[in-house]
Protein backbone atom coordinates (compact mmCIF):
# COMPACT_ATOMS: atom_id res chain seq x y z
CA UNK A 1 0.00 0.00 0.00
CA UNK A 2 1.64 2.89 -1.23
CA UNK A 3 1.06 5.42 1.39
CA UNK A 4 3.47 8.63 -1.24
CA UNK A 5 2.29 8.42 -4.76
CA UNK A 6 3.84 9.92 -7.48
CA UNK A 7 1.77 8.59 -10.80
CA UNK A 8 4.22 10.29 -13.33
CA UNK A 9 7.11 8.43 -13.62
CA UNK A 10 8.72 10.74 -15.97
CA UNK A 11 7.65 14.16 -17.33
CA UNK A 12 9.42 15.95 -19.88
CA UNK A 13 9.51 19.82 -20.34
CA UNK A 14 10.81 22.59 -22.82
CA UNK A 15 13.62 24.54 -21.15
CA UNK A 16 12.86 27.83 -19.62
CA UNK A 17 9.06 26.56 -19.18
CA UNK A 18 7.28 25.62 -16.09
CA UNK A 19 7.71 21.81 -14.76
CA UNK A 20 5.12 20.65 -12.43
CA UNK A 21 5.78 17.66 -10.19
CA UNK A 22 2.98 16.48 -8.63
CA UNK A 23 2.98 13.69 -5.03
CA UNK A 24 -0.05 12.28 -3.49
CA UNK A 25 -0.06 11.22 -0.53
CA UNK A 26 -3.00 8.84 1.57
CA UNK A 27 -1.96 9.43 5.29
CA UNK A 28 -3.35 12.75 6.82
CA UNK A 29 -1.01 12.13 10.07
CA UNK A 30 1.73 13.35 7.50
CA UNK A 31 3.02 16.56 8.48
CA UNK A 32 5.90 17.24 7.19
CA UNK A 33 6.78 16.61 3.40
CA UNK A 34 10.08 17.05 1.71
CA UNK A 35 11.30 17.12 -2.19
CA UNK A 36 14.73 15.31 -2.91
CA UNK A 37 16.22 15.28 -6.39
CA UNK A 38 18.93 12.51 -7.90
CA UNK A 39 21.30 12.38 -10.55
CA UNK A 40 21.99 9.12 -12.04
CA UNK A 41 25.24 7.47 -9.46
CA UNK A 42 24.63 9.95 -6.75
CA UNK A 43 22.77 10.04 -3.42
CA UNK A 44 19.61 12.14 -3.37
CA UNK A 45 20.10 15.54 -2.18
CA UNK A 46 17.44 17.89 -0.41
CA UNK A 47 15.72 20.10 -2.57
CA UNK A 48 12.70 21.97 -0.43
CA UNK A 49 10.54 21.22 2.17
CA UNK A 50 7.22 22.20 3.27
CA UNK A 51 5.60 21.85 6.79
CA UNK A 52 1.77 20.85 6.79
CA UNK A 53 1.00 24.49 8.64
CA UNK A 54 1.88 25.91 5.20
CA UNK A 55 0.38 25.89 1.94
CA UNK A 56 3.03 27.21 0.24
CA UNK A 57 7.30 27.20 0.50
CA UNK A 58 9.85 29.02 -2.12
CA UNK A 59 13.47 28.99 -2.59
CA UNK A 60 14.23 30.66 -5.68
CA UNK A 61 13.34 28.74 -8.51
CA UNK A 62 11.44 25.93 -6.72
CA UNK A 63 8.40 26.67 -4.97
CA UNK A 64 6.45 23.69 -3.69
CA UNK A 65 2.08 24.13 -2.96
CA UNK A 66 0.49 21.66 -0.17
CA UNK A 67 -2.89 21.04 -0.27
CA UNK A 68 -4.14 19.59 2.80
CA UNK A 69 -7.92 18.83 1.75
CA UNK A 70 -6.16 17.06 -1.47
CA UNK A 71 -3.60 15.76 0.54
CA UNK A 72 -1.48 16.56 -2.76
CA UNK A 73 1.31 18.58 -2.92
CA UNK A 74 3.32 19.82 -6.23
CA UNK A 75 6.87 21.50 -6.90
CA UNK A 76 7.15 23.77 -9.33
CA UNK A 77 10.24 24.80 -11.00
CA UNK A 78 10.56 27.98 -12.95
CA UNK A 79 12.40 28.48 -15.61
CA UNK A 80 13.48 25.00 -15.93
CA UNK A 81 17.09 24.55 -16.74
CA UNK A 82 18.88 21.75 -18.50
CA UNK A 83 20.41 21.38 -15.02
CA UNK A 84 17.16 20.22 -13.57
CA UNK A 85 16.83 16.94 -15.12
CA UNK A 86 17.18 14.14 -12.34
CA UNK A 87 14.60 12.09 -10.71
CA UNK A 88 13.00 14.11 -8.60
CA UNK A 89 11.23 12.02 -5.23
CA UNK A 90 8.39 13.54 -2.73
CA UNK A 91 8.57 12.74 1.04
CA UNK A 92 6.62 12.37 3.78
CA UNK A 93 6.99 12.28 7.54
CA UNK A 94 4.60 11.24 9.88
CA UNK A 95 3.80 12.92 13.13
CA UNK A 96 4.11 9.43 14.65
CA UNK A 97 7.39 9.23 13.95
CA UNK A 98 10.05 11.93 13.78
CA UNK A 99 12.43 10.32 11.94
CA UNK A 100 10.99 7.18 9.47
CA UNK A 101 10.50 8.96 6.05
CA UNK A 102 7.82 7.38 3.51
CA UNK A 103 8.96 7.91 -0.58
CA UNK A 104 7.56 8.03 -3.30
CA UNK A 105 8.72 5.88 -6.43
CA UNK A 106 9.92 9.73 -8.04
CA UNK A 107 9.73 10.98 -11.33
CA UNK A 108 11.99 11.53 -14.24
CA UNK A 109 12.23 15.32 -15.04
CA UNK A 110 14.11 15.70 -18.74
CA UNK A 111 14.54 19.25 -19.85
CA UNK A 112 14.92 19.54 -23.54
CA UNK A 113 16.82 22.17 -24.83
CA UNK B 1 35.10 13.39 4.20
CA UNK B 2 32.86 16.31 4.00
CA UNK B 3 29.83 13.68 2.57
CA UNK B 4 28.75 10.02 3.45
CA UNK B 5 30.51 7.78 1.72
CA UNK B 6 29.78 4.44 0.63
CA UNK B 7 32.08 1.17 -0.16
CA UNK B 8 32.15 -0.83 -2.61
CA UNK B 9 30.44 1.72 -5.22
CA UNK B 10 29.35 -1.47 -7.24
CA UNK B 11 29.37 -5.27 -6.14
CA UNK B 12 29.11 -8.01 -7.99
CA UNK B 13 28.20 -11.53 -6.12
CA UNK B 14 26.65 -14.81 -6.97
CA UNK B 15 23.54 -16.03 -5.36
CA UNK B 16 24.21 -17.60 -1.69
CA UNK B 17 27.12 -15.52 -1.08
CA UNK B 18 27.41 -12.94 1.56
CA UNK B 19 28.26 -9.43 1.33
CA UNK B 20 29.13 -6.27 3.41
CA UNK B 21 28.34 -3.22 2.37
CA UNK B 22 29.97 -0.02 4.32
CA UNK B 23 28.92 3.17 5.10
CA UNK B 24 30.57 6.51 6.41
CA UNK B 25 28.77 9.34 8.03
CA UNK B 26 29.33 12.68 7.92
CA UNK B 27 31.35 13.30 11.49
CA UNK B 28 28.98 14.17 14.31
CA UNK B 29 26.15 12.91 12.74
CA UNK B 30 23.97 10.93 15.37
CA UNK B 31 21.32 9.51 13.27
CA UNK B 32 21.90 6.93 10.60
CA UNK B 33 19.63 4.96 8.11
CA UNK B 34 19.69 2.36 5.24
CA UNK B 35 16.96 2.31 2.62
CA UNK B 36 17.10 0.08 -0.41
CA UNK B 37 15.85 1.49 -3.83
CA UNK B 38 15.20 -1.12 -6.29
CA UNK B 39 14.48 -0.51 -10.39
CA UNK B 40 11.99 1.98 -10.74
CA UNK B 41 10.99 1.88 -7.10
CA UNK B 42 11.02 4.53 -4.24
CA UNK B 43 13.31 4.07 -1.14
CA UNK B 44 12.37 1.47 0.97
CA UNK B 45 13.38 1.59 4.37
CA UNK B 46 15.38 -0.93 6.51
CA UNK B 47 16.89 0.72 9.11
CA UNK B 48 17.60 3.24 11.74
CA UNK B 49 20.90 3.91 14.28
CA UNK B 50 20.26 6.86 16.44
CA UNK B 51 22.56 7.31 19.26
CA UNK B 52 23.11 4.56 21.49
CA UNK B 53 19.32 3.88 21.37
CA UNK B 54 18.23 0.48 19.89
CA UNK B 55 17.97 0.69 16.17
CA UNK B 56 14.95 0.45 14.32
CA UNK B 57 15.31 -2.75 12.19
CA UNK B 58 11.36 -2.80 11.51
CA UNK B 59 12.57 -2.63 7.44
CA UNK B 60 14.50 -4.72 7.01
CA UNK B 61 12.77 -7.54 4.53
CA UNK B 62 14.13 -10.99 6.62
CA UNK B 63 16.61 -12.59 8.90
CA UNK B 64 19.50 -12.53 6.15
CA UNK B 65 19.36 -8.95 6.62
CA UNK B 66 21.31 -7.16 9.42
CA UNK B 67 22.69 -4.08 10.00
CA UNK B 68 25.33 -2.86 12.93
CA UNK B 69 27.32 0.94 13.87
CA UNK B 70 30.26 0.52 15.34
CA UNK B 71 30.97 3.50 18.10
CA UNK B 72 28.34 5.83 16.90
CA UNK B 73 30.45 6.03 13.69
CA UNK B 74 30.67 3.63 10.78
CA UNK B 75 27.66 1.57 9.65
CA UNK B 76 27.79 -2.10 8.12
CA UNK B 77 25.03 -4.23 6.19
CA UNK B 78 25.06 -7.21 5.84
CA UNK B 79 23.21 -9.60 3.40
CA UNK B 80 23.34 -13.17 3.95
CA UNK B 81 22.66 -16.01 1.27
CA UNK B 82 22.04 -13.11 -1.23
CA UNK B 83 19.06 -13.75 -3.55
CA UNK B 84 18.47 -12.35 -6.85
CA UNK B 85 16.06 -10.32 -5.36
CA UNK B 86 18.52 -8.47 -3.41
CA UNK B 87 19.45 -6.61 -6.26
CA UNK B 88 19.47 -3.34 -5.55
CA UNK B 89 21.09 -0.03 -5.08
CA UNK B 90 21.66 0.45 -1.11
CA UNK B 91 21.99 4.06 0.53
CA UNK B 92 22.74 5.54 3.35
CA UNK B 93 21.82 8.57 4.77
CA UNK B 94 23.16 10.28 7.87
CA UNK B 95 21.62 13.69 9.94
CA UNK B 96 22.86 16.22 12.35
CA UNK B 97 19.44 16.08 14.48
CA UNK B 98 17.14 12.94 14.96
CA UNK B 99 13.74 14.80 14.52
CA UNK B 100 13.14 15.37 11.06
CA UNK B 101 16.25 16.38 10.02
CA UNK B 102 17.41 16.71 6.30
CA UNK B 103 18.76 13.60 5.31
CA UNK B 104 22.14 13.87 3.78
CA UNK B 105 23.00 10.90 1.03
CA UNK B 106 26.02 8.90 -0.07
CA UNK B 107 26.02 7.63 -3.76
CA UNK B 108 24.66 3.90 -2.55
CA UNK B 109 26.03 0.94 -3.41
CA UNK B 110 24.51 -1.11 -6.42
CA UNK B 111 24.02 -4.63 -5.79
CA UNK B 112 23.69 -7.10 -8.50
CA UNK B 113 23.20 -10.70 -7.52
CA UNK B 114 23.81 -12.97 -10.31
Known amino acids: DQQVKQNSPSLSVQEGRISILNCDYT??????FLWYKKYPAEGPTFLIS???IKDKNEDGRFTVFLNKSAKHLSLHIVPSQPGDSAVYFC????????????WGAGTKLIIKP | GAGVSQSPSNKVTEKGKDVELRCDPI?????LYWYRQSLGQGLEFLIY????????KSGLPSDRFSAERTGGSVSTLTIQRTQQEDSAVYLC????????????FGPGTRLTVL
Open chain 1, 27 to 32: NSMFDY
Open chain 2, 49 to 56: FQGNSAPD
Open chain 2, 93 to 104: ATIAEPQGGEQF
Open chain 1, 50 to 52: ISS
Open chain 1, 91 to 102: AALSGESNYQLI
Open chain 2, 27 to 31: SGHTA
